[in-house]
Structure formats: structure tokens, C-alpha cells
């Protein structure tokens, strides 16, 4: 799917053009010029939540093509949770890059639906490398394969496409399984936790009904991406 973004230049501070109601933002990288923006705040956030940051966008400013960018960050009103700046970096279609995509899980587990097992998610996203062109928006694992509580997804078993390679986690890392019912305590436990914890932890727990669960230290979850040639630059206020 295309997707288009469309942009004029900024000549102001970010805090006065958020003040005339447009959401500023900065495009930066594959060799050329920072460049301050103002984007509409409803055409940003219509393509943001279709286009994620694992799709390539075309950019135009001021009515002419600039080429394809990526949504590198989004930076959010703590209160009223709106985008307050974005950074869009700039890709060069013949350069291998490195960008974070999506797991989208589908189907359903027999291990959840027939022994009444549950589902624990470690992995939301992973790290690829690939040239712009073989980028993806997301990487589909289907949960139908999960039927005992042994089965399991780890990175080296996702599927993927042609020209598409993981490289943050590393290939042995779990990704999702299901393990037995868990009881109101160690669901809490989970919650409090966060999402991304260590399922073998919560399984060695199980075993020992009788003790306290050792909460156990989240995996890593790599999401920052490797850095670019060019430094980053400054967030325009």
C-alpha cells in the first residue's frame, strides 16, 4: 500500500507553530539536509495509525516529491497524549537499513481453547535488515501451530519474506507460548510486571505452588535501531 504525506516548510519555532494548530516536525538522513516541517495534525495521524513505523511514506514538501521516509519518532502531550513533533527520516532505496516491524499474531491456539492454557506474548516487534524496497509493515505468526504447552514460537522460527533478515533478538529468543492456567496472583504478578516478561520464570513458579513467584528479569526487547551514518539531530522547538 502507498502512502503519501504532505508537508511545507517550517520557518518558525515548533512551540509557535503548534500554537497556530500544526504539528511540527523535522525530516533528516540518507545525505541530505535537516529540514523543519509543519504537517496537518488530522492527515499525520489518519496515515500514522495506518502506516505505523515499519512502512515507507512518500514525502512532499511544499507540492514537490522529496522521496520515501520512515516515521523515526513521535513525540506525545503527556496530558492530552497528541502528537506534539515528529521525526521522519529520510531513506536511500539502494542502501541496506535497518527497521523495527510488527508481529501480528493470528489464528488461535488449541493449547489455549482445549486445555485452557495461557497465552503469553514476550516479543510485540523485532529488529530487520533489509533494502527499502523488501521492507515489510508487519510479520504474521500463526498461533494455530501452539497445541501443547511444549510448543513455542522463537525468532528463528518466524517466516519471513524474501530479502528479509532479524537481527535484534537473537534467533533463540521466545517470541510466544502457551503455559498452564495461571492462578489471580500470578496474573497480577504478570500485570504489574509489564507485558514483556520471562515466561520460563512464570513456569519454574508454577512448579512451586507453595512458594512465593520469583519475579524475573523482562527479556530484552530491542528497539532502538542501529545507528545511522548521520547523528541525529536536534529536536526543533
Do not use: W
Not at 523543519?36 to 514537490?64: C, R, T
Not at 516515521?71 to 523495527?100: G, S
Not at 530487520?128 to 500463526?142: A, G, H, M, Q, R
Amino acid at each position: 500500500m502507498a502512502y503519501l504525506l504532505q508537508a511545507v516548510t517550517r520557518t518558525i519555532k515548533g512551540a509557535k507553530s503548534r500554537e497556530e494548530g500544526k504539528l511540527p516536525a523535522v525530516t533528516y538522513g540518507a545525505g541530505n539536509e535537516t529540514v523543519s516541517l509543519d504537517l496537518n495534525y488530522a492527515d499525520f495521524l489518519k496515515l500514522y495509525k495506518q502506516a505505523g513505523d515499519s512502512s515507507l511514506i512518500d514525502l512532499e514538501i511544499d507540492g514537490k516529491g522529496v522521496g520515501k521516509v520512515l516515521v523515526h519518532e513521535v513525540q506525545y502531550n503527556p496530558v492530552k497524549d497528541t502528537p506534539t513533533h515528529v521525526d521522519l527520516r529520510r531513506i536511500d532505496m539502494n542502501k541496506v537499513m535497518h527497521a523495527p516491524v510488527v508481529l501480528h499474531f493470528i489464528g488461535e491456539s488449541p493449547a489455549v481453547k482445549a486445555l485452557g492454557g495461557t497465552l503469553v506474548q514476550n516479543l510485540s516487534q523485532v529488529i530487520v535488515e533489509c533494502l527499502p524496497k523488501d521492507l515489510v509493515s508487519f510479520i504474521e505468526i500463526d498461533l494455530s501451530g501452539l497445541k501443547t504447552f511444549e510448543d513455542m514460537v522463537k525468532v528463528k522460527d518466524l517466516v519471513l519474506t524474501p530479502g528479509l533478515k532479524v537481527i535484534t533478538p537473537h534467533g533463540d529468543a521466545l517470541v510466544v507460548k502457551v503455559i498452564p492456567a495461571m492462578t489471580e496472583e500470578e496474573i497480577k504478578a504478570m500485570e504489574e510486571a509489564g507485558k514483556d516478561m520471562d515466561v520460563s520464570k512464570i513456569e519454574s513458579a508454577k512448579k512451586k505452588e507453595e512458594e512465593t513467584p520469583v519475579e524475573g528479569e523482562a527479556p530484552a526487547v530491542a528497539t532502538a535501531e542501529k545507528k545511522e551514518e548521520e547523528k541525529k539531530p536536534a529536536e526543533k522547538k
